[in-house]
């Protein structure tokens, strides 16, 4: 595999990753902070502010996630390119 294409398909595989198992996550941290399951903001019945703050909080959250664990990957990735000596 060409290193070009290594830089490329690590990170977006770990920001894959990030995605499902940090929204799995996200949605238990919310459900123990609170009691409650994460509210579907398309629901009439959730009110406006649990849906926005179940948005903001998840779209941080994630946010954080991929970038660290981005970079992190992008880092690995990059290390290991390097040539032995």
């Known amino acids: 595999m060409s290193e ?3 830089r490329r ?3 977006a595989l770990a920001s894959l990753a ?3 198992i940090g929204g799995l996550a996200l949605r238990r941290v919310w459900s123990l ?3 409650q399951e994460p509210p579907d903001p398309n ?3 959730v009110s406006t502010r649990s849906a926005v703050s179940w948005f903001v909080v998840s779209s941080l959250g994630l ?3 991929q ?3 981005s ?3 992008q880092r690995a990735t990059l290390k290991s390119l390097e040539p032995s000596d």
């Open 33 to 35: 902070a609170t009691g």
């Open 9 to 11: 398909i690590y990170p």
């Open 18 to 20: 990030v995605s499902l």
């Open 71 to 73: 970079r992190g990957a």
């Open 63 to 65: 946010g954080l996630l």
């Open 43 to 45: 629901d009439p019945q």
């Open 4 to 6: 070009s294409l290594k």
């Open 67 to 69: 970038l660290v664990v």
